[in-house]
C-alpha cells in the first residue's frame, strides 16, 4: 500500500485528520498536513515521495494514497500502522513537535525558562524545544499517559522511552 521503501516514511496528512497527525508527530512520525483540495496536490506530494492519507472517496482508489476507514483518530493511527507496516524501531517518541512537525532540539532549563509552569521548571529535566514555532515540552505525567495509549492500541513496549 505505501508506495515509498525509504527507511523514514514521510506522510501528508489531509488537513481534515489533524488529531491523527498529532499522533503521528507524537511517535515521531514525519506527518505535515495538506489541504487535499484536488488531484494536482495529490500527484504533487506522491511525485516528491510523500504518502497521502485522506478519508475523502474520491482519492480511495488511487495508487500510493492511504485511505482510511475508521473517524475516530486512534483507530486511524492502528489503520495506518497495519496498512503501512510501521514497526517499532522506526518510533522515536516524543521528538517531534506536535503543534508543527519540526524536531526537536535538547534545551537547557535556563532555555524554559519562562515557557514552563513554575513547578515544571522547579522540577523538571531534559527540556526539548521546537526551533521552529518555540514550544517547550518536558516529560510528565500528560507523555506516561500518551505513551500508555499507545502501548495500549499498538502491544509496543514504551517503556524505555517515556521518562
Ligand atoms: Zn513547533
Redesign the pocket.
Known sequence: MCGASAPAKRFALDSMLGKLAKWLRVLGMDARSVLMADRTVIESLLSTGFIPVTRREKFRDREGVIFLCSDRHLEQLAELISLCGIQRDQVRLFSR??????G?EPTSPEGAFGAVPDYIFQTARDFRK??????IYWPGSHRQNMAAQLEALTGWNLQDEQR
Open positions: 513537535c506536535t503543534l508543527c512537525n519540526t526537536l521546537c526551533p521552529q514555532c518555540g514550544r
